[in-house]
């Protein structure tokens, strides 16, 4: 299986390049962000909680999210081609309990892929994206919280996955299929 870890800056254009991986390699996609915004849309508890969190740019709790994951993982088939984790983990306690999670089912995280865009093009292409999202996370306020919080909390998971020798970075800047290049050359190395 090819379980990868898709990670990089809000912004950075994981959601986009995730939808092509998942089409060229057949991943199962996970995305711990869709997940609570579906919660929200449905007005559920967890959602209404969550949504406290999102529209402040803050992080959902670690608890929260590894609880989800771990639910959500026992009813993904252990026979699919391989899982994508796309915002997840953004934590190195997210990180860790992934780790012990894929290990313990037998299907180990293969690799982490960071795409990495400055921070002066992450802004542009939030608030061009927030023109049409309908995110209410996507303004001004929120996305240099989000971006901060990235730098804080989320870009040492970088260090914990390059300690298991499964970190590569890419660079984030170019067209589509440009970053999508690079990308394929990561993973069919990472099949070999
Ligand atoms: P995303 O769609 O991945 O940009 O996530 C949107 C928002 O959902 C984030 O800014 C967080 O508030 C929350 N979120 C998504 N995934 C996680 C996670 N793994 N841990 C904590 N919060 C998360």
Known sequence: MLNLVISGAPGCGKGTQSALIIEKYHLIHFSTGELLRTEI???TPLGIEAGEYINKGNLVPDEMIIDIITNAIHNLCKTCPGIIFDGFPRTVEQAEALEKL?????????????LKVPDRDLMNRLLIRGETSGRTDDNLETIKKRLDVFKSKTAPVTDYYSSLDKYHSIDGVGTLDEVFERICDVLDTEML
């Open 41 to 43: 849309n449905l007005g």
């Open 102 to 114: 894929m290990n313990g089912l037998g299907i180990p995280v293969s690799a982490m892929i960071e």
